[in-house]
Structures are given as C-alpha cells and as structure tokens.
Nanobody
Framework: QVQLVESGGGLVQAGGSLSLSCAVS????????MGWFRQAPGKGREFVAA???????YYTNSVKGRFTISRDNAKNTVYLQMNSLKPEDTAVYYC????????????????????WGQGTQVTVSS
C-alpha cells in the first residue's frame, strides 16, 4: 500500500516563502513521477507541478518562476519550494504519485495519479 505523508504549509504574508515535503512509502519511489496539486475553497483540484523519474520538471503557468519542485530519491521525498507567494496561492496542497512507471512526457492530470497525501493548508494573507 502506497502512503504519502505531507508536512510544511501554514500561514504566511504575501511575498513570503513556504516549503512543503512529502514522504512516500510502499512504492519504488525513483521509478514514478511525483506531483503537487492544490484545491482552493469552492474550486476543483488543479495541477501545480510535477517531476518525472529523470527529474524533468513541469509547472502550471501561474507558479512558473516562483515554485520549485524537487525530489530526493534516497529519502523517498518530494519537495515544493514556494516563493513570492500570493493570496491566490491559498489552498490545500496535495502531493501525489503518478501511476505511470518511467513516464517521461509532459502531460499530467489528476487521473494519472493513483496515490494521494492527506493535504496540507497553505494560507497567504494580503
């Protein structure tokens, strides 16, 4: 059984930074892409960033240049560094493990991910 445990998040003022971590167990971590998604109140879950098994990274346009996704295969952990945060970044953030072994493409959607963390709240005040 795949388990994902997130940490980090919290309350920060606009322009500040936060770092999220997600530890994964129950899967050969290095073989799978990992992603971060977020869900704001009253909205659907949206893609934020992904990193594939070869460490190529992909971002939604609204976070490019501000967020950085990375992975440490020795620690089975994926990270999301968030800088220059804006009030519109406020959401519950979820890490997720893609079902596609050794996938190296650039298409990522919620249906591609079969295991999810519990979510962590990020609140950015203006």
């Amino acid at each position: 059984q795949v388990q994902l445990v997130e940490s980090g998040g919290g309350l920060v003022q606009a322009g500040g930074s936060l770092s999220l971590s997600c530890a994964v167990s129950g899967r050969t971590f290095s073989n799978y892409p990992m992603g971060w998604f977020r869900q704001a109140p009253g909205k659907g879950r949206e893609f934020v960033a992904a990193i594939n098994w070869s460490r190529s990274t992909y971002y939604t346009n609204s976070v490019k240049g501000r967020f950085t996704i990375s992975r440490d295969n020795a620690k089975n952990t994926v990270y999301l560094q968030m800088n220059s945060l804006k009030p519109e970044d406020t959401a519950v953030y979820y890490c997720a493990s893609d079902r596609r072994t050794f996938y190296s493409g650039s298409r990522y959607s919620t249906s591609d991910f079969d295991s999810w963390g519990q979510g962590t709240q990020v609140t950015v005040s203006s």
